[in-house]
């Protein structure tokens, strides 16, 4: 049974770190230390696979490797996975990609927005969000009007049939979502969406006040 093979695992590597501490008493401290070393260091090996890469330029591959770097390619791979299945759910629809959709969904839950306001929610540059707002409004999803508290911003709110599309897309969506999430065990996904959470409230803290807006600030940042 596995569970034995699991049990097994742990004397030896409970035997591997009372040789390498001899005549030491030993605590479940020392040992979930010792154990979280080990699961690490396997991990660490395990990031020099990724089946794209071939065996040429192996000082770039050492860098590829990197922790961070392999968790950004990573995050990289996963949100073209998403992209591919959230344009297929969205197939025959009136919303034709993933910025319309959330900027929709956004709307839903609010009376009404600015342009600026609505483009900064959906995390967009205002020429590549202002466009996404101009198709919306042109396929009748979103009507524009006059702010009455800036005269030279105009206010943005979802139509009844921006409504009547976005709820029939949500029962599709909810296929994306399942399949974004893969074979984890919900035990697994809770632990990834907090970690998820806290990586978005770091990111959108930034976001917000426009701290790293150039390459230097990237750089910066990164030191």
Request: aromatic fraction near 8%.
């Amino acid at each position: 049974m596995k569970s034995y093979q699991l049990i097994h695992q742990l004397v030896s590597l409970l035997e591997r770190l009372e040789q390498e501490n001899p005549g030491k008493e030993l605590s479940l401290t020392d040992f979930s230390g010792f154990l979280l070393n080990h699961i690490i260091d396997q991990e660490t090996t395990k990031m020099g696979s990724d089946v794209r890469f071939g065996s040429k330029e192996s000082q770039s591959q050492e860098l590829a490797y990197q922790l961070d770097n392999s968790i950004g390619r990573l995050f990289v791979y996963m949100s073209r996975y998403a992209k591919s299945y959230i344009r297929k759910a969205l197939d025959g629809t009136a919303i034709h990609s993933a910025e319309e959709f959330t900027a929709l969904a956004i709307l839903l839950t609010h009376d009404r927005l600015t342009k600026s306001e609505l483009i900064s929610y959906n995390l967009q540059e205002k020429t590549s969000g202002t466009e996404v707002i101009r198709r919306l409004i042109a396929a009748g999803l979103v009507d524009q009007n006059e702010n009455l508290n800036d005269k030279r911003s105009k206010s943005v709110m979802i139509t009844p049939l921006g409504r009547e599309i976005l709820f029939e897309i949500f029962v599709d969506m909810n296929s994306v979502g399942k399949i974004i999430t893969g074979d984890l065990s919900v035990a697994e996904k809770l632990t990834l969406y907090q970690l998820l959470q806290k990586l978005e409230n770091f990111h959108l803290d930034h976001f917000r006040k426009k701290t790293i807006s150039t390459k230097a600030d990237l750089l910066n940042f990164a030191d």
